[in-house]
């Protein structure tokens, strides 16, 4: 059974995305395999990570908008068995550009391991399988 562990607070420059990173840097040090994904605009996440903001070419936003396989966008083992899917200022864009596909607020489904999974458009998180849902998919 997984469990959830939201890092919330509604005041901003808080510490919430370094909580984040030195939590799952923590987890990956312990052991467990961990996917970590930016879906921030400010980017934060990836540039916590050591990853330019600038010059990364695929990000969550172009996962999003189904331009590029969320497997090429994954920056895997950024540290041992930490794997990051990076964000940058793009995904500001991403509200307008998907404002005409439906259930655009479920393009990233978490699931658990499922046999039905189309192994082209998931990648296997240690258990768990994270699907990237084609735009058109539902319509
Ligand atoms: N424990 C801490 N001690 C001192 N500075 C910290 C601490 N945690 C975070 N900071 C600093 O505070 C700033 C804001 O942190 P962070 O970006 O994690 O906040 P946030 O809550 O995610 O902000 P936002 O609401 O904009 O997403 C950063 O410069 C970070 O380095
Ligand atoms: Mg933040």
């Known amino acids: 059974m997984g469990r959830i562990i939201a890092i919330a607070n509604q005041k901003g420059g808080v510490g919430k995305t370094t909580t984040a990173i030195n939590l799952a840097a923590c987890l990956a040090e312990a052991g467990q395999k961990i996917l970590i994904i ?15 903001k600038t010059d990364i070419e695929k990000t969550v936003y172009e996962v999003l908008l189904g331009e590029c396989n969320i497997k090429d966008a994954i920056v895997e083992n950024i540290i041992d068995n930490l794997d990051i899917l990076p964000s940058n200022v793009n995904l500001a864009g991403a509200e307008i550009d998907l404002i005409d596909v ?38």
């Open 38 to 52: 930016d879906i921030d605009p400010q980017g934060n996440t990836t540039s916590g990570f050591g990853l330019s």
């Open 102 to 139: 439906d259930n655009r607020e479920y393009i990233f489904c978490l699931l658990y391991t499922s046999d039905a999974a189309d192994e082209e458009d998931s990648v296997d998180l240690g258990g768990c399988r994270i699907l990237k849902k084609k735009k058109n998919e539902g319509e």
